[in-house]
């Protein structure tokens, strides 16, 4: 018995141990690499209801009694007015709403870059303004614009209305105009975003 302590003993022991050291100056000049954050990403609006469904008390539209948000297979079945999502904003205080509303489908992307750039007079070209402009040697932000957007049956509508939610009572709606992707944009370019001020 002993000895089988002995050796599970001596295998913990064994364990190799690593504590962090600092890279000096020079050992980090010999490391190449690049700076910046390659992203991908995808938005899909919940096609079977939020966290207010047909099932849940005061989810009726008071002005008709009729179930406001579903699922999108109730919405189909005409048992809910509508299943996307909403965002809406009064601009004015005593005002009337703005909103997107029954937005549905996904939008992906990939290939978002953000790094940081030095501007070079030399090699970049803005049209020989960059000492006009006082950028010359400046760094930026730059944001390279996605490959491609891609649209999965994206959908809503742009509406005003009385009242921020359509189970307020006395909530009108008018739909101003509907919009409805499905398929992709090619993008190019880049975005810079330049520092203002003094660090």
Not at 24 to 40: E, R, T
Not at 110 to 124: C, F, P, Q, Y
Not at 128 to 150: F, N, R, S, Y
């Amino acid at each position: 018995m002993t000895s089988k302590w002995m050796a599970l003993s001596f295998v913990f022991i064994s364990l190799p141990v690593f504590a962090m050291e600092e890279i000096s100056d020079a050992s980090l000049a010999d490391v190449s690499g690049q700076n910046g954050v390659y992203l991908s990403g995808e938005l899909i609006m919940n096609e079977t209801g939020g966290p207010l469904t047909s099932a849940d008390a005061g989810n009726v539209d008071p002005n008709d009694a009729s179930v406001v948000w579903g699922t999108c297979a109730e919405q189909q079945a005409a048992t809910a007015d509508r299943c996307g999502a909403r965002m809406a904003v009064q601009p004015n205080e005593n005002g009337g709403w703005i909103a997107l509303d029954d937005m549905k489908g996904g939008i992906s992307f990939e290939g978002l870059t953000i790094k940081s750039r030095v501007i070079d007079s030399a090699s970049d070209d803005f049209g020989g303004d960059e000492a006009e402009a006082g950028i010359d040697g400046m760094t930026v932000l730059e944001i390279g614009l996605p490959e491609k957007l891609k649209f999965d049956h994206f959908s809503y509508s742009v509406v005003t209305s009385s009242q921020a939610r359509p189970t307020d009572a006395g909530y009108q709606q008018q739909v101003r105009h509907g919009i409805d992707f499905n398929g992709s944009v090619n993008m190019q370019g880049n975005l810079l975003v330049f520092p203002t001020g003094n660090p």
